[in-house]
């Protein structure tokens, strides 16, 4: 069984930094197997969407532009698990954060919540 579970969340002030984690369970990651990874959010009452994604190798990045600059996504293969590094972050940035994965089928993580505010 497949199941992702996000970490790193919480409450920080604008400017501020924090580091969301995504371990990945039920398969291996592997620059050889074909798999996305990204990480999504949802602020409320707004749809969810894409803040940045990573290809198979980990040389390839994609970000919204809203974040260029400022977040990293990364991935450690020997770990299972992917990451967000988020910096300078900005009221606006406040949402549930989410991973994903598709390795043939969509598998998505519970979500966790960042919150940026003074």
């Known amino acids: 069984q497949v199941q992702l579970v996000e970490s790193g969340g919480g409450l920080v002030q604008p400017g501020g930094s924090l580091r969301l984690s995504c371990a990945v369970s039920?398969?291996?990651?592997?620059?050889?197997?074909?798999?996305?990874l990204s990480w999504y959010r949802q602020a409320p009452g707004k749809e969810r969407e894409l803040v940045a994604s990573?290809?198979?190798?980990?040389?390839?990045?994609n970000y919204a532009d809203s974040v260029k600059g400022r977040f990293t996504i990364s991935r450690d293969n020997a770990k299972n698990t992917m990451y967000l590094q988020m910096n300078s972050l900005k009221p606006e940035d406040t949402a549930v954060y989410y991973c994903?994965?598709?390795?043939?089928?969509?598998?998505w993580g519970q979500g966790t919540q960042v919150t940026v505010s003074s």
């Open positions: 994903k994965v598709v390795r043939g089928s969509i598998y």
């Open positions: 039920g398969f291996t990651f592997s620059s050889y197997t074909i798999m996305s």
């Open positions: 990573i290809s198979n190798s980990g040389r390839t990045t």
